[in-house]
Every structure is written in structure tokens, then in C-alpha cells.
């Protein structure tokens, strides 16, 4: 097993914060990751799976348990049942951005508009992560885990995942415990072969935040590029010298509320409609049917608003903080809450919760953390 001496996570996640574990172990194939996560759930103790360490927030305390870092690596290249798409299967433990930039230089497109963004493959689906209107749901064909009641690895395709806002069967949220706990061993993505050439820009939340027009024509690299220099502006690219990215990215997820609930905020907080579920088959017995079908009950569409804005128009402004704490909010950025130096997990909790009581206080909803809490209480 190849155990290493084991570093504290403050080393590791993006926030900055964590003590040592007791055993650490690096799985840099995926038989010595499915050999460690195997023998940690074997032995009952508490166990964190490390990728990045860019959606964690991790507590003071010396972690009592092992860490397993998943540092798999690798793209395969793979036919597509689709004319004109083609299947990427990459390791759990693959850069994120560089599985984007890879995608980009072969003309490959679905998951240009994510550049950036920090963190694992495996992670990507557990949180379906997003940006600028693309998610991973859009591309993800399936993923191969292994099962931690079993142990048993399994290919399992992406509708039995519960992929949703931020979300999936395997994601820890808050105050809750996955659905299907379970470890993402490689990811399987369908990505469009649309060419190094110029063309429209799906999604109308891409186009506004690139500046494009419904008939403007840009390359993959173009869009990409531009991506990341807009992700920069917002301290949401990785940078060693700027405290701005000492970050775990946006610490609050936008909030869905209902059409209503939306209706009582002031009309230019920013919202966007989610779409609804569509309503299920209606199936009336021959033997009972009578000539008469009963009318479809209409919807409102939930909505989904905008939690930086909530953050600021509660008083709340970029670079924030609280007396003595070397946590604060972000100065390019008002979602994200930043480490500016040795600061603790309790500091960063202090602020996140005196946030959520604001936003609660002047607009009636509590704003729920995105990232995994360890040893952490909000």
C-alpha cells in the first residue's frame, strides 16, 4: 500500500486549512486506489478522499482518519455512438482544466465555457459542476465507481446519477449524507467535434458574460481564453501570489427559490428561471376511461437568484471581514470567502455564518455553503 507521511491539509486545499492526518496514502493507479478505499472502509475508520482540494473546507483539528489522494491520471480516446461526437473516458484524478485545455486544442466542444475551474475530474460530476450555463450533465455519459457498501466497481451511465443544480446521488451536503456513497474512478465524457473554425455561441449566460451577440462567431480557443481571463478578473483562477484565490471558489450556492419567494426580492436582484420537471405520464385504465381527460396542472418554474448579489445588497461589500479575522471576502468577488493568511477553519466559518445571518435577516432565505464541510460546523 503506498502510504506516504502525511502532510497537513492545509497544504492541499485551496482554503488553506486543516491539520495532518493520522495515515495518508497517494493512489496513482486505479488498482491502488480501489486497494485503499477498499481496506480503509474495511477497517471502519473515518476516511477523506482528497482530489484538489478546491471544495473543501477542513477543520482545525488534526483529521483522525485516512486520507486517500486520488492521483490518477489520463485521457482515452473513444468512439461515440453519435455521428459527430466522439467519448473521452479520463482518470478521477486528472487535472480538470488540463482535461479542458485538451479538449479545446482537438476541437472538441461542451466543456470550453468550465476553463478554469479548479479541482478534479472525479469530483466534476459529484457537484455537476457549471459555469456560464454549461454543466456537466450536458456532456457526462457515465462514470465508473466503486460502491463503498460493496466494494464492488461498477460503470453506471449519467440519468441514474441525480445530477442536478450543484448536485448528484454522491454529493455530502450539508447536514446530510450522500444518497449513494461511492468513489468516482474515471469519468466518461461526449464531447462534439466541431473544428478549430469560428462559430455561434451556445447559451445565452455564455454570450452575456463574453460580450457576443446571437450571431457573433468565435473559436473554441477563442471562447476559452476569454473564460479564463474573465475567471481571473474574479480571483477564481489559481494564483499563488493573489490571496484572492486562497478560495474554495463560490462558498454559497445561488439560491433556487420558488417563482413566488422570488416575486417578494427587489426586482433587479439577478434570477434565472430553472426548468421545471416535466409532469408525469398520465395512464387512465381502458376499463375506467370515460371520454374525459383530465387538463395538465400548469407550473411555475422554480427560480434561481443570485447569491453574490444577496451578499452585497445585505451590506455586505467585496473584502469584507470581520474585526481580527484573516478571513474575509474576496475583493474581486463577493461569494467567495478567502484565506488572507494562516487562518483558521473556525475564522472562515465565523464569517460564512455571520454572512448567511445577514442575507437571512434581509431577504428572508438562508444561503447554503458549496463546498464539503470536515470537522466544520456552520
Known amino acids: ?24 496514502i497517494d493512489a496513482h493507479t486505479t488498482d ?17 478522499v482528497l482530489g484538489g482540494g478546491s471544495n473543501l473546507l477542513v477543520g482545525d483539528e488534526p483529521f483522525e482518519g485516512t ?33 479542458v485545455a485538451y479538449a479545446v486544442s482537438e476541437g472538441l466542444a461542451g466543456i470550453e465555457a468550465m476553463s478554469g475551474i479548479p479541482g478534479t475530474v472525479g469530483a466534476a460530476p459529484v457537484q455537476n459542476i457549471g459555469a456560464y450555463g454549461q454543466e456537466i450533465v450536458q456532456t457526462l455519459a457515465e462514470v465508473e465507481l ?17 445530477l442536478g443544480f450543484r448536485t448528484s446521488v454522491f454529493k455530502h451536503h450539508y447536514g446530510s449524507v450522500p444518497e449513494r456513497p461511492a ?26 458574460a463574453l460580450g457576443l451577440g446571437p450571431d457573433d462567431r468565435v473559436s473554441l480557443d477563442w471562447v476559452r481564453d476569454h473564460v479564463l481571463a474573465t475567471r481571473r478578473r474574479k480571483g477564481m483562477v489559481l ?28 426586482p433587479e436582484c439577478p434570477r434565472w428561471p430553472v426548468t421545471p ?12 376511461y370515460d371520454g374525459y381527460v383530465p387538463s395538465s396542472v400548469s407550473h411555475e418554474s422554480d427560480v434561481k437568484v443570485s447569491a453574490a448579489w444577496l451578499i452585497e445588497h445585505s451590506g455586505l461589500r467585496k473584502g469584507f471581514k470581520l474585526p ?16 488572507r493568511g494562516s487562518g483558521s477553519a473556525e475564522e472562515l466559518a465565523q464569517l460564512a455564518r455571520f454572512i448567511q445571518g445577514r442575507v437571512q435577516a434581509e431577504f428572508g432565505l438562508i444561503l447554503q455553503p458549496e463546498p464539503v464541510l470536515v470537522g466544520v460546523e456552520l
Request: glycine share 6%.
Open 1 to 24: 500500500m503506498p502510504d506516504v507521511e502525511p502532510l497537513p491539509l492545509a497544504q492541499l486545499t485551496t482554503l488553506r486549512t486543516g491539520g495532518a492526518p493520522e495515515r495518508m
Open 32 to 48: 491502488e486506489l480501489i486497494a485503499a478505499l477498499r481496506e480503509a472502509w474495511a477497517e471502519g475508520q473515518p476516511l477523506l
Open 67 to 99: 486520507v486517500v489522494r486520488v492521483l490518477t491520471t489520463g485521457i482515452e480516446r473513444l468512439p461515440s455512438p453519435r455521428p459527430g461526437f466522439v467519448r473521452l473516458r479520463i482518470q478521477a484524478g486528472h487535472d480538470w482544466d488540463d482535461l
Open 146 to 162: 466503486i460502491d463503498e457498501s460493496t466494494g464492488a466497481v461498477a460503470t453506471v451511465s449519467a440519468d441514474e446519477l441525480g
Open 183 to 208: 468513489v468516482i474512478l474515471s469519468v466518461t465524457l461526449e464531447l462534439a467535434e466541431v473544428g478549430h473554425g469560428d462559430r455561434p455561441v451556445v447559451g445565452e449566460q455564455l454570450r452575456i
Open 239 to 266: 494564483d499563488p501570489d493573489d490571496p484572492d484565490t486562497y478560495s474554495a471558489g463560490s462558498f454559497f450556492q445561488n439560491a433556487i427559490v420558488s417563482a413566488s419567494f422570488a416575486r417578494t426580492l427587489p
Open 277 to 288: 420537471d416535466l409532469d408525469p405520464v398520465l395512464v387512465i385504465p381502458l376499463a375506467a
Open 324 to 339: 481580527r479575522s484573516r478571513a474575509a471576502l474576496s475583493t474581486k468577488h463577493a461569494l467567495a470567502l478567502t484565506n
